[in-house]
């Protein structure tokens, strides 16, 4: 393992020292229990609070700011929080609105966020993101994991928030977002959790991992290294399947139902801006011939997994609401326009 | 049961986490994230730090402490499961006592009935409830027939590994190897072998 590390048992608070003091016209740090705050909080609003392991940057400091979140409470490396964090980050930035709480669907994460919700002595609610289709929805299991498009459904309630809305309509269109929400990874290499100092799983030079989730727990199937348009046309298919057994109308031409989407190309960590254009390019071309319109777009390192080269692509179904939403302005130290 | 015990399987427990240090790395890494022994350790190590307070306290409100730190101090799913096992029992030893055999085996059925509820997960599912169960039920059945304590604890210790060995051949259908479907079939559970290790050390303190 090669990595930039002073003391191993510092890493966390050294890289959240430098978040804080880079972005420090944005945010506050605050350590024992850790949890990262916004500066310049408009008074009476839905306080919108997320976190989860850190490795995953700038997933969730990142989107701390106007129009987004409020708060965000990192873990260890791909370790959900604790509750104490979480409770205390709540005092923090509670403005008599209500606490909404953004949660991946990862039994650590949900376990961690409902025990501080039970003992939260404000209102509150709670959105879980589940946009991932690798991993099938069954009474069996725990459901679909939260991955990428975790950050379109913080973008959205942060701008509803702003306008002072309530919690229960913040939390309405969370989980309207995350419905319409479908993201699939595909990983060409594993990551190393630096405390463990080796790679988390083992994948040949001729090998992908498709369906990865974000911390690099193995997805659905090996399969052998192939051309980036043939990868492109299996996520594509994935993702597509999916949205159509939720949302037919979005894609039925004649219904004259809308079918305008906005298209997430996201890396992992260690794969460089060229390819995952060069992934666009491809992502774009097939939703086009399958009836979406790709009227909104983003691609770069949005969700991380440390250091693991890869990617995954999202799509968002959206509507006129969603739309004002994404489009509104936002100032955080990942993510800034209009204003 | 007195405060020393519970002192005393804190640092038998977190021996045998350290101990074993590669056989859960690898298990981990092989059908999870590679985090549960850092996760482990750090919420063992946590526990002897704050032993010289514990020793001050008796035994139900240790096990209260000791779920509250380990809440703070693990996370992932391991930590709210651990602390609502220790949480559970503490509450159940306050308000029933802890005076004889039966009544620690019902505040551990207790501790197992929290982390099912928590977890909504149960029986067969490839978790560390593969363990926690039989030894529960296995606990309360013995501790009924007023059996001897070495006697239940030899038992305890076959039931555990029975439990952890029988995750192998199973689908995960909870936790963060439920992604793998069938893939996760040949590997033992992280969770059921950790929680093996701790019953073990337990045990072999009596």
């Given at each position: 393992?090669?990595?930039?590390?002073?003391?191993?048992?510092?890493?966390?608070?050294?890289?959240?020292?430098?978040?804080?003091?880079?972005?420090?016209?944005?945010?506050?740090?605050?350590?024992?229990?850790?949890?990262?705050?916004?500066?310049?909080?408009?008074?009476?609003?839905?306080?919108?609070?997320?976190?989860?392991?850190?490795?995953?940057?700038?997933?969730?400091?990142?989107?701390?700011?106007?129009?987004?979140?409020?708060?965000?409470?990192?873990?260890?490396?791909?370790?959900?929080?604790?509750?104490?964090?979480?409770?205390?980050?709540?005092?923090?930035?509670?403005?008599?609105?209500?606490?909404?709480?953004?949660?991946?669907?990862?039994?650590?994460?949900?376990?961690?966020?409902?025990?501080?919700?039970?003992?939260?002595?404000?209102?509150?609610?709670?959105?879980?993101?589940?946009?991932?289709?690798?991993?099938?929805?069954?009474?069996?299991?725990?459901?679909?994991?939260?991955?990428?498009?975790?950050?379109?459904?913080?973008?959205?309630?942060?701008?509803?928030?702003?306008?002072?809305?309530?919690?229960?309509?913040?939390?309405?269109?969370?989980?309207?977002?995350?419905?319409?929400?479908?993201?699939?990874?595909?990983?060409?290499?594993?990551?190393?959790?630096?405390?463990?100092?080796?790679?988390?799983?083992?994948?040949?030079?001729?090998?992908?991992?498709?369906?990865?989730?974000?911390?690099?727990?193995?997805?659905?199937?090996?399969?052998?290294?192939?051309?980036?348009?043939?990868?492109?046309?299996?996520?594509?298919?994935?993702?597509?399947?999916?949205?159509?057994?939720?949302?037919?109308?979005?894609?039925?031409?004649?219904?004259?139902?809308?079918?305008?989407?906005?298209?997430?190309?996201?890396?992992?960590?260690?794969?460089?801006?060229?390819?995952?254009?060069?992934?666009?390019?491809?992502?774009?071309?097939?939703?086009?011939?399958?009836?979406?319109?790709?009227?909104?777009?983003?691609?770069?390192?949005?969700?991380?997994?440390?250091?693991?080269?890869?990617?995954?692509?999202?799509?968002?179904?959206?509507?006129?609401?969603?739309?004002?939403?994404?489009?509104?302005?936002?100032?955080?130290?990942?993510?800034?326009?209009?204003? | 049961?007195?405060?020393?015990?519970?002192?005393?399987?804190?640092?038998?427990?977190?021996?045998?986490i350290v101990a074993n240090e590669n056989a859960l790395e690898s298990l981990d890494r092989a059908i999870g994230d590679g985090d549960h022994y850092l996760n482990m350790k750090r919420g063992a190590n946590a526990i002897i730090d704050i032993q010289p307070a514990l020793a001050t306290l008796t035994p139900d409100a240790a096990l209260q402490q000791i779920g509250l730190k380990l809440l703070s101090t693990i996370g992932g799913a391991s930590g709210p499961l651990l602390a609502s096992f220790f949480m559970s029992m503490a509450k159940t030893?306050?308000?029933?006592?802890?005076?004889?055999?039966?009544?620690?085996?019902?505040?551990?059925?207790?501790?197992?009935?929290?982390?099912?509820?928590?977890?909504?997960?149960?029986?067969?599912?490839?978790?560390?409830?593969?363990?926690?169960?039989?030894?529960?039920?296995?606990?309360?059945?013995?501790?009924?027939?007023?059996?001897?304590?070495?006697?239940?604890?030899?038992?305890?210790?076959?039931?555990?590994?029975?439990?952890?060995?029988?995750?192998?051949?199973?689908?995960?259908?909870?936790?963060?190897?439920?992604?793998?479907?069938?893939?996760?079939?040949?590997?033992?559970?992280?969770?059921?072998?950790?929680?093996?290790?701790?019953?073990?050390?337990?045990?072999?303190?009596?």
């Amino acid at each position: 393992m090669k990595k930039f590390i002073t003391k191993i048992d510092d890493m966390l608070v050294d890289s959240l020292n430098g978040f804080a003091t880079a972005h420090a016209d944005l945010v506050n740090l605050h350590l024992d229990p850790h949890f990262i705050t916004r500066k310049n909080k408009s008074a009476n609003k839905v306080a919108v609070i997320s976190g989860g392991g850190s490795g995953h940057e700038p997933l969730h400091s990142g989107y701390i700011g106007y129009g987004m979140l409020d708060a965000a409470c990192p873990g260890h490396v791909f370790t959900s929080p604790t509750p104490d964090q979480m409770l205390a980050a709540a005092e923090a930035v509670h403005a008599d609105k209500g606490i909404l709480f953004i949660v991946k669907n990862y039994a650590g994460d949900v376990m961690n966020f409902e025990m501080a919700a039970e003992m939260l002595p404000f209102e509150h609610a709670t959105v879980l993101t589940s946009d991932d289709v690798a991993v099938t929805n069954s009474t069996y299991t725990t459901g679909r994991r939260g991955v990428a498009g975790t950050m379109i459904v913080e973008k959205c309630i942060g701008s509803l928030a702003e306008t002072g809305a309530s919690l229960q309509a913040c939390k309405a269109l969370g989980d309207k977002v995350n419905s319409r929400t479908a993201s699939m990874g595909v990983a060409l290499t594993s990551c190393t959790v630096p405390a463990a100092g080796r790679p988390t799983f083992d994948i040949d030079d001729n090998e992908l991992e498709m369906g990865v989730g974000i911390h690099g727990e193995p997805g659905r199937r090996r399969e052998a290294m192939r051309e980036a348009d043939v990868i492109v046309k299996d996520l594509v298919a994935a993702i597509l399947e999916d949205l159509e057994s939720v949302h037919l109308k979005a894609f039925d031409i004649n219904s004259g139902e809308t079918s305008e989407a906005l298209l997430m190309i996201n890396g992992f960590g260690a794969t460089p801006l060229m390819e995952l254009y060069l992934l666009y390019n491809l992502a774009a071309k097939l939703f086009n011939q399958h009836g979406l319109q790709i009227s909104r777009s983003l691609v770069g390192n949005y969700t991380t997994a440390l250091d693991m080269a890869g990617a995954s692509i999202t799509i968002c179904l959206l509507d006129d609401e969603i739309k004002q939403h994404w489009d509104s302005p936002v100032h955080t130290s990942a993510l800034r326009w209009g204003r | 049961m007195q405060t020393d015990f519970i002192l005393n399987a804190a640092k038998a427990i977190q021996q045998a986490i350290v101990a074993n240090e590669n056989a859960l790395e690898s298990l981990d890494r092989a059908i999870g994230d590679g985090d549960h022994y850092l996760n482990m350790k750090r919420g063992a190590n946590a526990i002897i730090d704050i032993q010289p307070a514990l020793a001050t306290l008796t035994p139900d409100a240790a096990l209260q402490q000791i779920g509250l730190k380990l809440l703070s101090t693990i996370g992932g799913a391991s930590g709210p499961l651990l602390a609502s096992f220790f949480m559970s029992m503490a509450k159940t030893i306050k308000e029933n006592g802890d005076d004889s055999i039966s009544k620690i085996a019902a505040s551990f059925a207790a501790g197992v009935e929290a982390i099912r509820q928590r977890g909504k997960a149960d029986l067969g599912e490839k978790t560390m409830l593969d363990v926690l169960i039989p030894v529960s039920n296995q606990f309360v059945l013995l501790a009924a027939q007023h059996c001897d304590s070495k006697l239940i604890c030899a038992t305890l210790i076959d039931t555990a590994e029975q439990g952890m060995l029988a995750t192998k051949d199973l689908i995960a259908t909870k936790g963060r190897a439920a992604g793998l479907g069938e893939r996760a079939i040949g590997h033992i559970d992280p969770g059921a072998k950790s929680c093996q290790l701790m019953i073990v050390a337990v045990c072999k303190l009596v």
